[in-house]
Each structure stands twice: as C-alpha cells, then as structure tokens.
C-alpha cells in the first residue's frame, strides 16, 4: 500500500497570505488527523476528520480550518499567514479504530512564512 | 492536565548500551501510550505502544515499562544502535469517551547512539 502523501513537500509565503495544505491517506483509512510541528512547541494537534466530519480539534485559532472529500483525501487551509505558523504540517491517517494511537503519518509539507 | 512530560530532551549512548526516556502524564482518562521515532525528513512512526492493564511490553530491542500509579511510562532500547539515532516522541490519547485518534505528544528526545 501507499503511505501518506502529502502536497506540496515545501513552500514559501508571505505573511497575510494563505496557504492549502493537501493529504492523501492510505487507502482504506477514513480518519485523517493533522498536526503542527515546531522546535518549540513541537508536535500538537490541529483537528482530526473521520467521514468528512471534524471529529476534534485543537488549541488553534480560525484561521487555521480543514475539511475531508468523500474520498477521504483532506486539505487544511491557514489564511492571512503569521511568522509564527513557519512549521512542519504532518497529516496522519488510521483506520477506523479510535484511541489506538495508531497513526500512520505522512513527510509533511514544510511552510517558511517570511 | 493535558500535558504528557518528556525526559531527557537529548541523549548521547554509546553503541551497545542502553537508552531510556521518560514521560509523564496527569490526565487518569489516557488510555494509550505509542511511542513514535522520528528521522531528519521524515514523519513519526510508530514504533511500540501500551496500555495501562499491562506493566511491560517488549517488542525486539525496544521495551515499554508503564507505572499506572505514578501515571509514568518510560521506553527502553537495549543495544543501541546508530541507526537508533533519532527523536523518540511519547505520547498518549483516550479522551475520556468519544471516538477519537488525537494525540498528545511529549516534547520529544534526540537521541545519539556513538559508534
């Protein structure tokens, strides 16, 4: 099976920009959960999907948002970009068995927002 | 109380000995410890995890050992490799009730393995 893919690996922003963020998961796994990853705050969580439904969702403001295809591939969106939002985005997917733990994650897609 | 506490933040061993990381946690509704390993470039993997009915779990040369009552759990490599060099996050999740695959992870521990 393919893993995780994430587009784009790499992009560059400025801030007050937006930017979209797209997860393919592995075929068959209907939960797709993304993640912010940074040196300081290192790996927290964003929001999860399960169906096209956001399951939960993190400590985050509005400006971040995703959402799910009925094919299970998702995007997140982050408008009016802040320096601060410069991270590593992890999208994971699992299949339908909560509170296992077991996500299976993506490279991520490295956003520099100068 | 949503925190998970990872100790140390680096580690340097050297080849053939053994590696351990600590964490820590509050929340009594955690019901899933994964440990995930990290290499430059690449996503987490999940590399061994547990849950709080059982005190030790081994898998290879990677060990978890779990202490419900002092809400600790710590993940052993013995005869570390180089190719063990990596971060290593703990984590946790089980919210209580309600489907959910969130995770809270630690803060991660770089480990070197000397040759």
Same mark, same amino acid.
């Given at each position: ?51 096209e ?38 999208c ?23 | ?23 820590a ?6 019901? %899933? @410890? ?6 430059? $470039?690449?996503?987490?993997?999940? =590399? &061994? ?36 060099s990596?971060? %290593? @996050?703990?984590?946790?999740s089980?919210?209580? $009730?309600?489907?959910?695959?969130? =995770? &809270? ?11």
């Amino acid at each position: 099976k393919a893993g995780v893919t994430q587009t784009p690996r790499y992009l560059i922003k400025t801030r007050g920009q937006q930017v979209t963020l797209s997860c393919s998961p592995i075929s068959g796994h209907r939960s797709v959960s993304w993640y912010q990853q940074t040196p300081g705050q290192g790996l927290q969580f964003l929001f999860e999907y399960f169906s096209e439904t956001q399951r939960n969702k993190g400590n985050f403001p509005g400006r971040f948002s995703g959402r799910q295809f009925s094919n299970s591939r998702s995007e997140m969106n982050v408008s009016t970009l802040e320096l601060g939002d410069s991270a590593l985005y992890l999208c994971a997917s699992s299949e339908d068995r909560p509170n296992t733990g077991e996500l299976f994650f993506g490279e991520g897609s490295r956003l520099t927002v100068l | 109380q949503q925190q998970v506490k990872q100790s140390p933040q680096s580690l340097i061993v050297q080849k053939g000995g053994i590696s351990i990381i600590n964490c820590a946690y509050e929340n009594t509704a955690f019901d %899933y @410890f994964p440990w995930y390993q990290q290499f430059p $470039g690449k996503g987490p993997a999940l =590399l &061994i995890a547990i849950r709080p009915d059982v005190s030790e779990k081994k898998e290879g040369r990677f060990t978890i050992s779990f202490n419900k009552s002092a809400k600790q759990f710590s993940l052993h490599i013995m005869d570390s490799q180089p190719g063990d060099s990596a971060t %290593y @996050f703990c984590a946790a999740s089980g919210q209580g $009730g309600g489907a959910t695959n969130k =995770l &809270i992870f630690g803060t991660g521990t770089l480990l070197a393995v000397q040759p």
